[in-house]
């Protein structure tokens, strides 16, 4: 089974920025239905940011603008940059791939 691993995350100030990073055992994120997700304290979790099958990066609304997902051209990394940070920003981060599901990293937003 393929393994990711999310590192990067933290306490940050709202304001600031924090770059997520995702490695892959296999060059997993070289497919296109790939991304990051998150989860807030009681809330489901939701979309961030991810590749269509189109090559295109979607985001969701609430993250327009302020944060950028990239990706390695070997697939084994899959990054997400935040910036503006604010305090509905704080959560667990997963990255996935393909049904594959990292353990996740927290970043915790104050103001």
């Known amino acids: 089974q393929v393994q990711l691993e999310e590192s990067g995350g933290g306490p940050v100030q709202a304001g600031g920025s924090l770059r997520l990073s995702c490695s892959a055992s296999?060059?997993?994120?070289?497919?296109?239905?790939m991304g990051w997700y998150r989860q807030a304290p009681g809330k489901q979790r939701e979309l961030v940011a991810r590749y269509s099958s189109d090559g295109t990066r979607n985001y969701a609304d609430s993250v327009k603008g302020r944060f950028t997902i990239s990706r390695t051209a070997n697939g084994y990394t899959v990054f997400l940059q935040m910036n503006s940070l604010k305090r509905e920003d704080t959560g667990v981060y997963y990255c996935t791939s393909r049904g594959v599901w990292g353990q996740g990293t927290q970043v915790t937003v104050s103001s």
């Open positions: 296999e060059n997993i994120f070289r497919y296109p239905d």
